[in-house]
């Protein structure tokens, strides 16, 4: 298993430096600059400015720069929050990205997996139909339309719940832990709503399959219960799809909703990397786009070591 550790890290490195080539061209190539939409920056000192932050390079240049800096584990400074390198903005949203990413994942690991395994055990049933509907209205429906709803319910009719903003950690002391579970709630339950969905019909579907599997026919013919064999024998083998599916899941998760942090105005990174692509912020979204992919590839190899401990047939090589 160590040998192929190493080799899936080994081979990630291409991806992820296609993966920044790609974005930083990308983001070089879009009109406009850093410093062209301030009002005060006149021609001479735009041109200072694009001079001190090697802006005025060739553009090859100006990657391969990039690239050594990044190597060295310096991912520059943001152009647009001043006196703050990009680490110092990423180290300081993914806390809140990882509190929010974190619960919505459980939230809906807990509730998918359950609803998910209702509806295949009773398969083409009120409660399968039931189940369904609601999956595919998980889906269909978009965040930017279900947390506008959910913040007019629970917040602004019946003030149960804030309607935006963060409490910190570090404010929980003067503040309490009601308020810091409050600020949870909604962005939480907005978040985990698409994955509830997608997990419940991951998991309907897996369960049916091995629910008609030789193995299963074998525990039921040997006279165990439906419980024990759901428990013991079937969970295990239905839940490897689904263990597939969480790698990039927790990824985009972990770095943070960009809808759901705008709209609750959470300090996340989903919010730095809206406000860095508006204002042409290269190294801030270059940052959190480096974040992503090494999550990515990180979390997809954790996914497949669980597999492969679930499942014996499975053979890393």
């Known amino acids: ?3 192929y550790t190493l080799k899936r890290l ?4 291409p991806t992820i430096l296609v993966v920044i080539a790609v974005s930083f ?3 070089r190539i879009a009109p406009g600059g850093p410093f062209t939409s301030d009002r005060n920056v006149t021609p001479a ?4 400015l694009n001079a001190k932050y090697n802006l005025d390079d060739p553009l090859i240049i100006q990657f391969f720069k990039y690239m050594g800096n990044v190597l060295q584990g310096d991912f520059g400074p943001s152009f647009k929050y001043q006196d703050f390198t990009v680490t110092e903005l990423v180290l300081d949203g993914l806390p809140v990205s990882a509190t929010l990413g974190l619960s919505s994942l459980a939230l809906a690991m807990l509730v998918g997996s359950f609803l998910g395994v209702m509806a295949a055990l009773r398969q083409n049933k009120p409660t399968d139909y039931g189940v369904m509907t609601v999956a595919m209205a998980g889906i269909t429906i978009p965040n930017f339309v279900t947390a506008p709803v959910m913040v007019l319910i629970f917040a602004v009719w019946n003030d149960w719940l804030p309607t935006a903003g963060w409490v910190g950690w570090d404010r929980i002391d003067t503040m309490g832990g009601d308020a810091f579970i409050k600020s949870l709630i909604l962005p939480v339950i907005t978040l985990a709503l698409p994955q509830i969905a997608i997990i419940s019909r991951l998991m309907r579907g897996s369960m049916i399959e091995v629910m008609r599997s030789n193995f299963i026919r074998t525990a039921k013919a040997k006279g165990l219960s439906a419980g024990t064999i759901v428990r013991r024998h079937a969970l295990r083998a239905a839940i490897l799809p689904l263990v597939s599916y969480l790698g990039p899941a927790t990824a985009a998760l972990l770095s943070g909703s960009l809808v759901i942090e705008r709209i609750f105005a959470l300090p996340g990174i989903g919010q730095y990397f809206v406000t860095g692509a508006l204002n042409r912020d290269y190294t801030l979204v ?24 679930l499942d014996p047939k499975v053979k890393l090589s």
């Not at 080994?10 to 490195?13: D, E, N, R, T, V």
């Not at 000192?45 to 200072?48: D, S």
Request: charged fraction near 5%.
């Open 286 to 309: 270059m940052g959190v786009v480096i974040l992503y992919a090494t999550l990515i590839v990180i979390l997809n190899l954790i996914a497949d070591l669980i597999i492969a401990s």
């Open 10 to 13: 080994l081979s990630a490195i």
């Open 25 to 27: 061209f990308m983001m």
């Open 45 to 48: 000192i735009e041109a200072n």
């Open 1 to 3: 298993m160590l040998v």
